[in-house]
């Protein structure tokens, strides 16, 4: 029997299962897919929020900035890609710069630091490309951009390594409460625990909706996005965000941390949570909102559209509570809920030690991680590097520098990605220009070697997403 | 640090850096080292298994893996130096050397120190994010060049059932390629009102297997959660807007891009190298230099050709300029400089400049037009309002890259520093 | 009065070939095309170009072609014949790898060097 079952493999489970590999307690972690961070956590704005947005009665108000600061800390720790950008609301007219006070009061109150209002000429000598109707912005500076599934990765990494168990392509049927804690129903097979926490997303209402009274409906949002080129060089260096208005939340413009520019997202209520198709119309619409914030917008520069569905609710807030005996939801969790997470982790904690959990930490736990990354080893020092660890001198992803070593390693840390995608969200293959085009069919060959797999066993990224289908010369025609 | 000084690095051993390597040699250099980021030599001609190739260059009818082949035996004994499975990284120009930053396993980061520099890397495809296609992402969604390197050197298949958007030559070849393995090939969609791949290809890989190619008409929605499950094609308008109501469904595992290619010039740029937005590759002048003193272009990252006789020819010209450099014979920057511009019914030309002085008896201007010219019509150069040159043609398309070989003796006609290029009808 | 488009070169003339006139062809640019645009209605015939499997982890397949054009009706036959063939390095470009084609005096034949 485990002690705790965490359901659900996004930020918010894997931030709880870092957290938990603290101390002396059988955590599983189990996850529907075959990886970490493939529901919202891999497809959204990629943000650490300043936290001027939520209402400070809400938990997100409350847990904003300590989360921000807390991913701040944690960065540095789990050496996850990250860039302190600053974020910028921009104001179009004297109705917006009224909501800029708005936010800027709002700010004050959930203890965002270091804020300022700037006017149009200030914002327009901080980022030339914007605008020259914007009168005005909040500028934000405690605020950055992320790789958030790499960070979700880190977190669960560290947690496997320190003694969690993750268990993939383990989805969960039925929850029943047994004397001691539950019995957990899997697709393919059975787990207890003493403790149950749901931390499942866009499917939070219906695994609670196993236990407990129904409280709350996900209404799953669909966001889409762009990702332009970096070679159209750097649009803007913060990340800017329009005010929210009558027409609408508008859509933002940001770096991310390679350097590219994210464009996005709108928002859509959508029947199917797994729905994560882009539309001509929103990728229109968003186009043409963001070139209301950057004119010159050269979306023709576009490397990759994609869409994130966000576990919106009727409730409002995050929902994280004790809902049944020995079950702790972390439901609804919706932005800012990327940069909450680690906060939203402690919480859990205190409710969890509340509850009768005992937590007696352990003598030795390390809570960092290093990566090496080719592209940022000085030049001088690559020689060096290379003549010691041989396979960081073979280029595979040409758009990216991600060299053959940085692969082998990705493949072999605790959590062994299965497919191009799993070493795209751990080596950075395949984020080109040429989406993998080309060092696609390498990648595939060096996970097939490095996993002993045939190369028809590799996907493209979730179960069944089989990119090839057999060999040539097998007689079908 | 490892130093070694070398005449001339050529970037690439595909088709276009073996044939300037051997011109090289052949015109005077014997420092020469060949840098290839794959493991064999030969390039995209290696997957390219269908025959087709030489038939300009050496008269005869070539696959791919012969055409390169060809090039390979004549490096035997040349003395050329030959290092696979090595990627640049990093180029540094001044005014005496060129600095190749180099990677791999074998020797590690190497600056390698070269008078001059060929830059024969070649191309990548366009992907469906560059033409924004939506839908979902499942896997089957293939470049059609990436599949050709799945289906023909590993002996993957990668689909039974497949759609392919854009008739260039790669999706064509793809489709015989792909039913003659097994697949059935449903369709192959063309946005443009006319197909951009040469007519022997629509014939022998379309009209052979009976696939239907719907012009003006393109994919504007692919859907499947795990792999492709089926695909919305449309017909466009002349704004190439889909046209609602046009809506066919398809039911295909996968989907074949044949959408472009797009010259690699990352490297080229970073370098400084000055890059035509018309074809993606490198300013060049009459000598396939770049903007950069010493750094020459050549082949598909100069720009795209349709046919591997053009770039061999192509690059053994840059060949020729780059020993020519090395050996102190450069060009003067002085006298007569002409810019050739490109008049709305001509996309682009390479060289874009001309110093007249370095012509010697001719100088041949690749073009390519930017409509179908279905009657006899020429393609006229003109200095102001007087035609220096004009050259016949029968039929002229996109997909089919034209040249124009003017002799010196007109270029010295030219009074202004402007030389228009245009196509007239007859 | 039929239509063609020449596929010899890439040219690609557009032949008209006139059955009622024993088949006589107009529109081309070269003899080539005059008997393409012939043969073409009366036995239409295609090089083919495929793989066969190699015994090498490297190189798993290797290029192969007819030596000369078969019947453009015997194409899926011909392809068939490749199924069954394996081969093992030293390959040299025209080593023989089916010979006589249906009959049709044409082989196929390795297009690439492959080493052990």
């Not at chain 2, 059609?144 to 590993?154: D, K, S």
Request: charged residues 25%; glycine residues 8%.
């Amino acid at each position: 029997m485990f002690d705790v079952a965490i359901i659900g493999a996004g930020v918010s489970g894997s931030a709880l299962a870092y957290e938990l590999s603290r101390f002396h307690l059988d955590v599983v972690v189990l996850e529907k897919e075959n990886d970490v961070a493939l529901g919202a956590s891999r497809a959204n704005t990629a943000i650490v929020h300043g936290g001027y947005d939520p209402s400070p009665d809400t938990l997100m108000g409350r847990f904003n900035v300590d989360g921000a600061r807390m991913c701040m800390e944690l960065v540095d720790r789990l050496d996850v890609e990250f860039r302190k950008t600053g974020s910028l609301i921009v104001a179009f007219d004297e109705e917006d710069m009224k909501e800029v006070r708005v936010l800027y009061d709002r700010g004050l109150r959930n203890g965002v630091p270091s804020m300022e209002i700037l006017d149009g000429k200030e914002v327009c000598r901080r980022e030339p490309n914007l605008s020259k109707e914007i009168i005005g912005a909040l500028w934000v500076p405690e605020s950055g951009v992320i790789n958030p599934w790499e960070f979700t990765l880190a977190l669960m990494e560290v947690a496997v390594r320190e003694g969690v168990e993750l268990r993939l392509c383990e989805k969960v049927i039925s929850l029943k409460k047994r004397d001691e804690g539950y019995l957990v129903e899997t697709e393919r097979g059975m787990y207890t625990a003493r403790y149950v926490v749901n931390a499942t997303g866009v499917h939070s209402d219906e695994v609670h909706n196993m236990v407990a009274e129904q409280a709350f409906n996900i209404h799953p949002t669909r966001g889409q996005y762009y990702l332009l080129d970096r070679s159209i060089g750097e649009v803007v260096k913060s990340v800017i965000f329009q005010c929210p208005s009558p027409l609408g939340k508008g859509v933002l413009v940001s770096p991310t941390i390679h350097y590219n520019t994210l464009v996005g997202p709108d928002s859509e209520v959508i029947e199917d949570c797994e729905n994560t198709s882009t539309t001509r119309e929103a990728l229109d619409d968003i186009a043409r909102q963001a070139k209301r914030s950057v004119p010159s917008l050269q979306l023709g520069s576009n490397i990759r559209n994609f869409a994130g569905v966000r576990a919106n609710s009727d409730y409002g807030d995050f929902y994280i509570k004790m809902s049944a005996p020995h079950f702790l939801d972390i439901a609804a969790i919706k932005s800012p809920g990327l940069t909450c997470a680690p906060r939203i982790a402690t919480y859990a904690i205190e409710l969890l030690r509340e509850a009768g959990l005992d937590f007696k930490e352990k003598e030795a736990w390390d809570g960092t991680r290093r990566v090496v990354r080719f592209k940022e080893i000085p030049e001088e020092e690559r020689e060096v590097f290379i003549r010691e660890h041989p396979l960081y001198g073979r280029v595979i992803c040409r758009c990216e520098t991600i060299t053959e070593g940085e692969i082998v390693e990705a493949i072999h840390r605790p959590i062994t990605p299965v497919s191009l995608d799993g070493i795209k969200r751990r080596a950075g293959t395949g984020m080109g220009r040429c989406q993998s085009g080309f060092c696609g069919p390498r990648v595939q060959e060096i996970l097939a070697r490095e996993t002993g797999k045939a190369p028809e066993d590799i996907l493209q990224d979730k179960e069944g997403s089989h990119i090839l289908i057999g060999d040539t010369k097998e007689g079908r025609v | 640090m490892a130093r070694q000084d070398y005449e001339l690095i050529v970037i690439g051993a595909g088709p276009a850096g073996l044939a300037a390597a051997l011109s090289a040699k052949e015109h005077g250099l014997s420092r020469i080292l060949v840098l290839e980021r794959d493991t064999e030599l030969g390039g995209i001609l290696n997957q390219c298994i269908h025959n087709g190739f030489g038939l300009h260059y050496f008269n005869e009818e070539l696959t791919g893996p012969e055409y390169a082949g060809r090039f390979i035996d004549q490096l035997d004994g040349s003395g050329i130096e030959i290092v696979c499975d090595t990627m640049v990284i990093r180029l540094e120009n001044s005014d005496d050397w060129r600095i190749v930053h180099a990677m791999s396993v074998e020797k590690g980061y190497q600056r390698l120190k070269c008078r001059a520099v060929i830059l024969a890397m070649g191309c990548r495809e366009r992907t469906r994010f560059a033409i924004q296609i939506p839908g979902s992402r499942p896997a089957g969604i293939f470049n059609a060049g990436t599949a050709q390197r799945y289906v023909n050197i590993e002996g993957k298949m990668v689909g039974r059932r497949v759609i392919i958007l854009g008739s260039g030559d790669i999706g064509l070849i793809m489709a015989r390629r792909m039913t003659l393995e097994g697949a059935k090939v449903l369709a192959c969609v063309e946005l443009l009102p006319y197909s951009g791949g040469l007519n022997r290809n629509i014939v022998q890989c379309l009209h052979d297997f009976d696939i239907p190619l719907y012009l003006s008409h393109t994919i504007t929605n692919i859907e499947g959660k795990k792999r492709v499950q089926r695909v919305t094609v449309q017909q466009v308008d002349e704004n190439r807007r889909p046209i609602p109501g046009t809506e066919m469904y398809y039911d295909v595992d996968t989907v074949l891009l044949s959408v472009g290619l797009i010259p690699e010039n990352e490297l080229s740029s970073e370098a400084g190298v000055k890059i035509d937005r018309r074809t993606s590759g490198p300013f060049v002048y009459e000598n396939l230099e770049t903007s950069e003193k010493g750094i020459f272009a050549c082949g598909n990252v100069l720009h795209v050709h349709d046919l591997v006789d053009y770039v061999t020819e192509e690059s053994q010209a840059a060949g020729k300029a780059a020993a020519a450099f090395v050996l102190g014979d450069a060009p003067a920057d002085s006298g007569h400089v002409i810019e050739i511009k490109t008049e709305p019914t001509v996309s682009y030309t390479v060289p874009q400049t001309v110093r007249v002085n370095e012509v010697e008896r001719s100088l041949r201007i690749f073009l390519r037009v930017n409509k179908i010219w279905e009657e006899t019509s020429y393609i006229v150069f003109r200095d102001g309002d007087n035609v220096i040159a004009r050259f016949k043609r029968d039929y002229m398309a996109p997909g089919e890259m034209e040249n124009a070989n003017i002799p010196r003796v007109l270029l010295d006609r030219v009074k202004g520093n402007t030389l228009r290029v245009l196509i007239e009808e007859a | 009065m039929k239509t063609l488009i020449c596929i010899v070169c890439p040219r690609g003339c557009h032949l008209n070939i006139d059955e009622e006139n024993d088949y006589k062809v107009t529109g081309h640019h070269c003899e080539k095309g005059e008997t393409y645009g012939r043969n073409e209605l009366l036995h239409p015939v295609r090089v083919v170009t495929s793989t066969v499997k190699v015994n090498s982890d490297i190189h798993p397949r290797c290029p192969v072609k007819t030596d000369q054009s078969i019947p453009k009706d015997d194409v899926f036959h011909a392809m068939k014949l490749l199924d069954s063939v394996l081969l093992t390095p030293p390959i040299r470009r025209g080593d023989i790898v089916v010979e006589n084609i249906a009959d049709s005096g044409a082989h196929f034949v390795a297009t690439r060097d492959l080493d052990t």
